[in-house]
């Protein structure tokens, strides 16, 4: 009789619907073997198709999109096992919102990140329910649009945030809700105040307004305080010498005239 033909490996989990990514543990004997696999819902093969890493037997494989994982183990002299074919539902994880919730003034730049890299971050400000279909790079239906997790969402007025993430090849995430970003008015001497220096204040100004912190009518009276202020301390400073000197010469004149008396 012709040998048995070899045992697929064991893999754990063997399917099933996951958050993005998975990471898939495989087993095999004997250790010598090797497992070729696809995803691409076509037949792996001994000859061409990738074969996984191993060590003592034992082989681990990330997934980070939906597929049809197809395995074989080859073993010398007994050809390939049968193919296991396994499915992976793959599901974006939920967003996070850093920070959750708190008080601010004028306005909060609130991160949204994902466990699942790559995503983008579908999001409303007004308690509509994002979707994915609609993360399309622009404003629709009450949804806005992240690129990427190094952006930030600027919340100017009180309310809460709801975002999914979104990314080709896996299942929209849950829908994940913040707490509530209380927006309060900002004086518009309390930039001034919070810094050391009128350059300090003017370069918090001239920076809030390109983020779109503050309307430019604000940000131009801030300026002119700051200007006037800026005045008024290089006058002090130039005249400090000049004080100086004069009572320099106040005082040795009075000493020169007491010897003089004398």
Not at 16 to 40: H, K
Not at 197 to 211: F, K, P
């Amino acid at each position: 009789l012709p040998p048995a033909p070899p045992e697929p490996p064991s893999v754990l989990p063997a399917g099933g619907s996951f958050l993005s990514p998975v990471s898939i543990a495989i087993s095999f004997s004997p250790s010598d073997a090797a497992v070729r696999f696809t995803t691409d819902a076509s037949d792996p093969s001994c000859s061409s198709s990738p074969m996984l890493p191993a060590l003592d037997g034992t082989a681990t494989l990330v997934l980070d999109k939906s597929v049809q994982l197809k395995l074989i183990k080859c073993v010398q002299g007994l050809g390939s096992s049968d193919v296991l074919s396994l499915d992976f539902t793959l599901q974006a994880d939920a967003p996070s919102f850093v920070p959750p919730s708190g008080t601010f003034g004028g306005a909060a730049r609130v991160k949204v990140v994902s466990r699942t890299a790559g995503v983008r971050v579908a999001y409303s400000t007004d308690g509509k329910t994002p979707s994915c279909a609609k993360a399309n790079g622009s404003e629709s239906g009450g949804t806005f649009v992240l690129a990427n997790s190094s952006e930030t969402i600027n919340v100017s007025s009180t309310s809460f945030l709801l975002a999914v993430a979104c990314r080709e090849g896996v299942s929209q995430s849950a829908v994940a809700a913040s707490g509530q970003y209380n927006i309060q008015p900002r004086s518009q001497f309390q930039i001034f105040l919070q810094s050391s220096s009128a350059a300090a204040a003017m370069a918090r100004v001239l920076q809030n307004y390109a983020d779109g912190d503050m309307d430019a009518l604000s940000a131009k009276s801030i300026i002119a305080v700051l200007l006037s202020f800026g005045v008024m301390l290089v006058g002090r400073l130039c005249m400090r010498p000049m004080v100086q000197g004069a009572r320099a010469e106040q005082g040795g004149g009075g000493r020169g005239g007491g010897s003089e008396q004398q």
